[in-house]
């Protein structure tokens, strides 16, 4: 069956997986200003959404000032936890 003509390009990128999926735990990477918080460098937190394939992540962190909230945050602010 010839496959070409779904993705004529060749670029099999669409079909992989986010870096992040839903519910991984990540860190912040450096500090960051986002959404009328400050959230300093090596912040953890949960991913809860996954925007444009991974390009950018709504993360729940809880050590927020007035409890947990969730912030979007780009991939290069967030690296996931070992």
Same mark, same amino acid.
């Given at each position: ?12 990128? =669409? ?13 912040? *990477?450096?500090?960051?200003? *986002? ?7 090596? *912040?953890?937190? *949960?991913?809860? =959404? ?5 390009? =950018? ?26």
């Amino acid at each position: 069956m010839d496959t070409s003509s779904r993705n004529p390009s060749g670029d099999h990128s =669409a079909i992989l997986a986010p870096p992040f999926a839903e519910f991984a735990i990540v860190r912040v *990477t450096r500090n960051v200003q *986002t959404e009328g918080y400050s959230i300093p460098k090596d *912040t953890s937190g *949960t991913v809860v =959404a996954v925007y444009d394939q991974g390009a =950018a992540y709504a993360v729940e962190i809880a050590d927020l000032p007035g409890g947990p909230e969730v912030v979007t945050l780009r991939a290069d602010q967030v690296e996931r936890m070992h």
